[in-house]
């Protein structure tokens, strides 16, 4: 009967530290989520309007965003403190979306080609402030999400401190 305690104490403790190990990356997925949606909507509102080169964009950036996805799914259960070739593709998503949102914004400033990136919107200078706004809010994420993959690569995210301390605790 102890041996079956231990044996369960001894998963608990696994399953948790592979939790804590996978929630360093909690905002990584929940920001590629949100790209990956807004994305997605703005290729579906491009197909249907015939704006094909914001169709071409959106999609580029939705098939990256799809190879940064299965860099999530692999990392789960995944043991090591060394992420830094883990989240290539994250890091090459979020620099590629953050290059985008910097045409995007140049282009609801200078209003040229605003037709070909925004075809079902109608190029009104309330709509380009919106568009402006939005865009900033994305580059914003996306900076955020290349900072923490920085911090997660060098050891000095808070979710890692966390883990030291419980491996500590439970040793």
């Given at each position: 009967m102890?041996?079956n305690?231990?044996?369960q104490e001894q998963?608990?403790?696994?399953?948790?530290e592979?939790?804590?190990?996978?929630?360093?990356f909690?905002?990584?997925r929940?920001?590629?989520?949100?790209f990956f949606?807004?994305?997605?909507?703005?290729?579906l509102?491009?197909?249907?309007s015939q704006?094909y080169l914001?169709?071409?964009?959106?999609s580029?950036?939705?098939v990256v965003?799809?190879?940064?996805v299965?860099e999530h799914?692999?990392?789960?259960?995944?043991?090591?403190n060394?992420?830094?070739?883990?989240?290539h593709?994250?890091r090459?998503?979020h620099l590629?979306q953050?290059i985008?949102n910097t045409?995007?914004?140049?282009v609801?400033i200078t209003?040229?080609?605003f037709?070909?990136?925004f075809?079902?919107?109608?190029?009104?200078?309330?709509?380009r402030?919106f568009?402006m706004?939005?865009v900033?809010?994305?580059s914003?994420?996306?900076?955020?999400c290349?900072?923490?993959?920085?911090?997660?690569?060098?050891?000095k995210d808070?979710?890692y401190?966390?883990?030291?301390e419980?491996?500590?605790?439970?040793?």
């Amino acid at each position: 009967m102890n041996y079956n305690k231990a044996k369960q104490e001894q998963l608990r403790k696994e399953t948790a530290e592979t939790n804590f190990r996978y929630n360093r990356f909690l905002l990584l997925r929940y920001l590629l989520a949100f790209f990956f949606f807004t994305n997605l909507y703005w290729a579906l509102a491009s197909f249907l309007s015939q704006g094909y080169l914001a169709l071409i964009i959106s999609s580029f950036l939705l098939v990256v965003g799809g190879f940064a996805v299965s860099e999530h799914v692999k990392l789960y259960g995944d043991r090591s403190n060394q992420v830094e070739l883990k989240l290539h593709y994250n890091r090459l998503y979020h620099l590629f979306q953050l290059i985008v949102n910097t045409y995007l914004f140049l282009v609801s400033i200078t209003g040229w080609g605003f037709t070909w990136m925004f075809p079902f919107l109608n190029d009104y200078f309330q709509v380009r402030l919106f568009i402006m706004g939005i865009v900033l809010v994305g580059s914003g994420l996306s900076w955020v999400c290349l900072r923490r993959i920085r911090a997660i690569s060098q050891k000095k995210d808070k979710h890692y401190q966390y883990i030291k301390e419980y491996k500590r605790s439970i040793s």
